[in-house]
């Protein structure tokens, strides 16, 4: 179990910075996403961390030690592709086995480690299956089991979870939170996927062209937003201008809606119509035009009845759920 | 469509095959169990046993052709794996180079290793410049020379198959092993080699069945003086000649190259399992 500190990392093909100086410290247990749109150099970073690739400029400490030169083989690090990358040649154990056979464990202290970190993936019974007769869910939980079961100092998962369904994803999201509890082991995720990246982990980096937008929690990222990206790339941000000039974001959950002409009673509710309503289930999300043709997004409740496309209707906010962005 | 429409469409090729392709066969490998006015025998068979030159000349093809298959695997693993390295463009070159002997005439080829191999050719002549040989070492005319004729010519039907299984290996399972702490060593003979092994199997499997029938380069680079299987069937059929015990060799060969050839798809199937 470490501490992963790096330091003004940066990684250059040519002219194009895939990752510009990267600051970052994840502190011992922690569990912190890297979280961007695809090309914003989170694998490329992922890829330096687990000593896949050597950074341009900048260090890499794990647990205080200065890795920025070691080899992939020389960090002990379990890294879980979204791919798998299982061996198809082996057994399920003996994929489980093979950082153990490497690092010279073998007999019945290996197996037993194998299996129970199958056990632990609940994957038990497996163990003479091949990777190909197995489902993604199996495959990705085996590719978890071989990853942890030499116990690394750090976890990276690089997209562990975006090849699979969306109900499957939600299960494994759960189970992966949970293992990581368990083992205690220093996580580090990369992911496109905001909501992953908000339900999983205790803190979170945005990253966009190469360049770090914010590190936060998640619930401060998605109410604070240090920016424009990174208040569009979590969720969904109306942006509207505040009186000093500057822009502020409102999340659609915390805009109110009432009957046209009804207001709050505070007289600052804005005429807009209906553009298009979505039922989610539990939410309805409301596409807005407001008079001035902006557009608002409006999450509510459903209890039952909802305004219809083409209704008139009258759009608030607090001015305390307005968070001013650059 | 129905099955019995389906047969109609095929029909006109079986009849074909059957009759241009696997009734000469099946009389050509009859005509050894034939003897004109008395019927079934055995003795073509008999008299290659007493013979033992026959024998001799086919444990002589197993010996070379197993040597030229182990030369192709001992060139064509290394060579596959490098190309595999290369870029697009150093790809494309690399198969061009594999491939062009190809479209050259085997005739060319082989009458070419008698320029390069002879006793005033450029290996020979390069040997005596550096030294390493006072007289011009003789490639032709003995086995090295049919082993090498035949290792180059055979080269690409092993380094094809196993080129394209190895760009089939993804390079994150390679990856994986490193991150899991494997060093390079344990990476190629653990992950590596065994995502291989069934190409290899398979080409070396083709480059051995093929050089077990070779005629062309042993007859020239051998200059009739290494016997091999299709040389001694040459012989028996246009100088001698004895068609009965041509056909009761080449039966032979047929049931050795299957029984190889079985004993393959077994180790296959048990790999996979």
């Known amino acids: 179990m470490s501490d992963i500190r790096l330091e003004g990392v940066t990684k250059r093909y040519g002219t194009f910075a895939a990752a510009d100086s990267v600051d970052l410290s994840v502190t011992q247990g922690e569990f912190v996403t890297i979280l961007g749109p695809s090309g914003s150099g989170k694998t490329t970073l992922l890829s330096l961390i687990a000593g896949l690739n050597r950074p341009t400029s900048g260090r890499i400490f794990i647990g205080g030690r200065d890795v920025t030169n070691a080899t992939a083989q020389e960090r002990n690090i379990g890294l879980v592709f979204q791919s798998y990358a299982l061996f198809p040649h082996m057994t399920v154990l003996q994929n489980v086995l093979f950082p153990l056979g490497v690092r010279k464990i073998g007999g019945a202290e290996a197996d037993r480690l194998a299996r129970d970190a199958l056990k632990l993936v609940r994957l038990d019974g497996f163990e003479n299956r091949r990777p190909s007769q197995l489902s993604g869910g199996q495959q990705q939980r085996v590719a978890l089991a071989r990853a942890v079961v030499f116990k690394p100092d750090i976890l990276l998962l690089d997209e562990p979870l975006g090849a699979l369904d969306r109900k499957l994803r939600e299960e494994l999201q759960v189970e992966l939170k949970q293992l990581q509890r368990t083992l205690g082991v220093t996580t580090l995720l990369v992911t496109h996927d905001q909501e992953e990246a908000l339900s999983l982990s205790d803190r979170i980096m945005v990253l966009d062209k190469g360049r770090t937008q914010q590190i936060a929690a998640p619930t401060e990222a998605y109410l604070r937003p240090a920016n424009r990206f990174v208040a569009e790339f979590l969720g969904i941000a109306n942006f509207v201008s505040l009186p000093d000039g500057r822009q502020g974001v409102v999340r659609p959950e915390r805009v109110r809606l009432a009957g046209a002409g009804q207001g709050q009673g505070q007289g600052q509710g804005q005429a807009a119509r209906v553009v298009e309503a979505i039922y989610l289930g539990q939410m309805v999300r409301y596409h807005l035009a407001l008079d001035d043709n902006r557009s608002v997004v409006a999450a509510v409740p459903f209890l039952g009845a909802a305004h219809a496309p083409g209704e008139r209707i009258s759009v608030s906010w607090e001015s305390a759920d307005v968070w001013p962005v650059t | ?273």
């Open chain 2, 1 to 273: 469509m129905t099955r019995s429409t389906g047969f109609s469409f095929i029909a006109p090729l079986l009849v074909l095959m059957v009759v241009a392709f696997n009734a000469p066969i099946v009389y050509m490998l009859g005509l050894a169990f034939w003897e004109k006015g008395r019927g079934f025998t055995l003795e073509h068979y008999e008299g290659l046993v007493e013979a033992p030159v026959y024998l001799r000349v086919l444990g002589n093809t197993m010996r070379i052709a197993l040597i030229a298959t182990l030369a192709n695997i001992v060139i064509g693993y290394p060579l596959a794996h490098w190309m595999r390295g290369l870029g697009s463009r150093g790809r494309m070159i690399a198969i061009a180079l594999v491939v062009l002997p190809f479209w050259v005439s085997i005739l060319v080829r082989t009458y070419a290793w008698i320029v390069v191999l002879g006793n005033g050719g450029i290996v020979n002549r390069a040997l005596q410049w550096s030294g390493l040989t006072d007289s011009p070492v003789s490639f032709l005319y003995n086995e090295l020379g049919v082993t090498i004729g035949m290792a180059n010519v055979l080269l690409p039907f092993l380094v094809l198959p196993l080129f394209a299984a190895m760009l089939r290996i993804d390079d994150r399972l390679l990856q994986a092993a490193a991150s899991l702490g494997a060093p390079p060593r344990t990476i190629f003979w653990k992950v590596y080699f065994p995502l291989t092994l069934p190409a290899l199997a398979a080409g070396s499997l083709l480059v051995f069945i093929l050089c077990l029938g070779f005629y062309v380069t042993p007859a020239i680079l051998g200059g009739g003086r290494v016997p091999m299987i299709s040389n001694l069937l040459d012989t028996l059929i246009n100088q001698i000649p004895r068609w009965e015990q041509a056909s009761a060799i080449s039966t032979i060969l047929l049931i050795v190259t299957l029984a190889i050839f079985a004993a393959y798809r077994r180790l296959d199937r048990k790999a996979s399992a």
